[in-house]
């Protein structure tokens, strides 16, 4: 494939903005995203609010949502290397219309129980890993090697615009209405995503095949090596799984904690999740200008420090919701800003870093090793629930997010400098794909 460091090999213009097949990628992604974050809150509130679950089934729940991510990274990571990304996007958005349509659906009939809560958090997880690690290889299959961190920051910011309004509807949605057209509204997201991101025009660069192409093993073998063998890649995939095995300990009692031991409506809990959006905004624009000013490196640590360290304050808190809802609220802003610093800085990492035709299995292959225990984390949060409470659980799960930034200082990430050099004698880094995303 052409190296998309050669700006004669792509005809995008010079302005990102210009580029209309870069605006249609990032509605598309806008729309999923909006429609994915909402379902985040709603399946979890419906188990909650409506079933009346106790811990141990809402963190089974969570799990069976996250799943997908250890079971299909590294196979979804070689396919999408071998065909069109947008293919692959518009094919997955509409089965995941198609799943919500069915619950929402089965919901109006009277029959949208656990059973069918775990059958549509794993199908949505199933495909929600599809979309995520094709349109991390579009991006850089349509804008060149120079406006990555530009298109990157775009695309986050987006995300964190879905999380401005996908958990606030979601929880409006559970409250206020009913859960079929809770979960209805997460299809219609998704329809729109399809339609923006089907007019992409532009014909991707794909690797050539060959009579007989490497068998789905042999990539996802390559796609290990070149992960394992760089010592800020290995790193980053260690810190991300200790922190997303912490963080979906913390989500699991953190949406029970709300409710339960802060007494706050779905409303409410999803106006205090929604806060993390505007905050992830802030980290998506101070992204574009930071790493050049203090050094990828000092971003990294940094950010993540702030942004797991806060959350400590949140099982501190007692009071009426007057009280307790501000809190929240900055507590998840400043999260937000620190995760989307990290998650933007890191992704033009290993992008930079990453060959045109590896970018689908390096990032399948981190986010397999980031988030590939994040369905035990989300069982351990309910048990520490159900164990040891919830504020004492929530206390221990937020702790142990701190292992992350710890685990970046002590590595050649935190080392990085103001530039990134497309290769860096074996210790290119890359960025989790997943591993420090927008909440």
Not at 78 to 104: S, Y
Not at 361 to 376: H, Q, S
Not at 404 to 426: C, F, H, I, K, Q
């Amino acid at each position: 494939m052409p190296s998309a460091a050669s700006a004669s090999d792509r005809s995008v213009p010079s302005s990102l903005w210009r580029n209309a097949d870069f605006r249609r990628l990032w509605l598309g992604q806008t729309a999923s995203q909006l429609g994915e974050h909402a379902g985040l809150v709603v399946l979890p509130l419906i188990a909650v609010l409506t079933l009346d679950v106790g811990a141990g089934p809402l963190g089974a729940l969570r799990a069976v949502g996250q799943a997908p991510v250890l079971l299909l990274s590294l196979f979804v990571g070689a396919w999408v290397d071998r065909w069109r990304t947008r293919r692959v996007m518009v094919l997955v958005d509409v089965c995941r219309a198609l799943v919500l349509g069915a619950a929402a659906l089965v919901g109006v009939l009277g029959g949208l129980d656990m059973p069918a809560l775990f059958a549509v958090a794993f199908a949505i997880g199933a495909l929600s890993v599809f979309f995520d690690v094709a349109y991390q290889a579009s991006v850089v299959r349509l804008v060149r090697r120079d406006e990555l961190v530009r298109g990157n920051s775009a695309l986050e910011g987006s995300r964190s615009a879905a999380q401005i309004g996908g958990p606030a509807l979601g929880g409006a949605l559970v409250s206020l209405l009913s859960a079929p057209i809770a979960v209805a509204a997460g299809a219609l997201f998704f329809v729109l995503s399809f339609v923006s991101i089907r007019g992409i025009r532009r014909c991707e660069s794909i690797p050539e095949r060959t009579e007989r192409p490497p068998s789905v093993w042999r990539q996802i073998l390559d796609g290990l090596r070149f992960v394992a063998g760089d010592a800020s890649l290995r790193t980053v995939c260690l810190a991300s799984a200790v922190f997303q095995f912490a963080f979906a300990a913390v989500m699991t009692v953190y949406l029970l904690f709300l409710p339960r031991e802060l007494h706050l409506s779905g409303t409410a809990v999803g106006l205090t999740l929604a806060a993390t959006g505007p905050g992830a905004l802030l980290g998506s624009v101070l992204a574009a200008g930071l790493p050049n000013r203090f050094g990828y490196g000092t971003v990294l640590v940094s950010a993540a420090v702030l942004g797991d360290g806060v959350f400590l304050l949140a099982p501190a808190l007692h009071g009426s919701p007057s009280v307790t809802v501000p809190a929240l609220v900055a507590i998840n802003f400043v999260f937000g800003a620190g995760g989307q610093l990290v998650s933007v800085a890191a992704m033009a990492v290993r992008q930079t870093a990453t060959p045109d035709g590896m970018q689908g299995r390096a990032a399948a292959t981190i986010t397999f090793v980031g988030m590939g225990l994040t369905p035990l984390g989300s069982l351990l949060g309910g048990f520490l629930a159900e164990e040891w409470g919830l504020r004492t659980g929530l206390l221990v799960s937020a702790a142990g997010m701190m292992l992350s930034p710890a685990v970046m200082a002590l590595s050649p990430l935190a080392r990085l400098g103001r530039t990134l050099p497309a290769e860096l004698d074996g210790s290119a880094p890359g960025a989790p794909a997943a591993g420090r995303p927008a909440r």
